[in-house]
């Protein structure tokens, strides 16, 4: 790994990065080296029932330095950036120095530039978005949504879509109106040392094959195996990358060698997504490259 960026040891730092671009590691040698508490910033890795195949430190390296909002939260479970921000609110006032780390954009924005506060979405609302989707697609519910909503999202992710849908089925407003009365920030970007990691396609790629290979060597299929029972697709929990393939490969379904493929072309495209996004919203970040 190159060599680690200058950071001032009294301000918290922000780590982002696409998946399997060592951001982890960064993180932990920089609690080693100056002290605090990694933070996970992952909307995946909160879950339990996922560390292997959502590459969540190791209990080896949660020996080296403390962590914190990893795998705490059940498989059944909803949680989303209002959540973590809440569980992460407590940790700013401790006073211990946050090395928050992921991959999750939203989660980032959120942070530094505030979060509006749109009403939970009621059940039964959730249930008519997920039956439309899966009935009429992606393109039914982007064309219900307010100019100014359509515009400002991802129209190519379908949890973006469905949330901005849901919001407006549910209060009457679109979602770029709740975003416009959104309250000051927990940590505006200017207290805090940004990091970007950047990881060019090509370093990436055989990072991500690689990653996948350890992951199965790992264990992955036994903790698939472990989520088998009472498996349910439509839980946030079940959208670990990987999660899906090894479980169809489990069901008999693909082979394994097919569900290796798939996860691994999976987890390229959704890199390319998170570089995406962290090029249109975090222009202002330090960049870093590793080795």
Do not use: C
């Not at 430190?57 to 209002?82: F, I, K, N, T």
């Not at 979060?115 to 939970?120: D, G, K, R, S």
């Not at 307010?146 to 129209?155: G, H, L, S, V, Y």
């Amino acid at each position: 790994m190159a060599a680690l960026p200058e950071t001032d040891p009294a301000r918290p730092v922000l780590i982002a990065g696409p998946t399997a671009s060592a951001k982890s590691e960064l993180a932990l040698r920089l609690a080693e080296r100056e002290g605090g508490v990694v933070v996970n910033a992952d909307a995946i890795q909160v879950f339990d029932n996922w560390r292997v195949l959502t590459a969540r430190p190791s209990p080896a390296d949660e020996a080296r330095a403390p962590h914190a909002l990893y795998g705490h939260v059940g498989r059944q479970d909803e949680y989303s950036v209002g959540h973590w921000l809440r569980d992460l609110a407590p940790l700013l006032e401790s006073g211990e120095r946050p090395i928050i780390t992921g991959g999750t954009g939203l989660y980032f924005t959120a942070l530094t530039q505030g979060l509006a506060e749109i009403p939970p979405t009621p059940p039964e609302v959730r249930a008519e978005a997920d039956a439309r989707l899966a009935e009429e697609g992606l393109e039914a519910l982007l064309a219900e949504l307010d100019t100014a909503t359509a515009e400002r999202i991802d129209r190519r992710n379908p949890a973006r879509v469905q949330r901005a849908w849901e919001v407006r089925r549910s209060t009457g407003r679109g979602l770029a109106a709740w975003q416009d009365d959104t309250p000051p920030p927990l940590l505006p970007l200017a207290r805090a040392q940004p990091i970007l990691v950047e990881a060019p396609r090509d370093w990436l790629t055989p990072r991500i094959e690689r990653r996948f290979d350890a992951m199965l060597a790992a264990g992955a299929l036994d903790e698939a195996r472990d989520n088998l029972e009472g498996w349910d697709p439509a839980r946030l929990s079940s959208k670990a990358i990987g999660a899906p393939e090894l479980i169809a490969h489990l069901r008999g379904e693909i082979t394994l060698e097919a569900a290796r493929d798939a996860s691994t072309i999976a987890t390229r495209q959704f890199a390319k997504r998170q570089r995406t996004w962290f090029r249109a919203k975090m222009a202002e970040w330090h960049r870093w490259r590793p080795d």
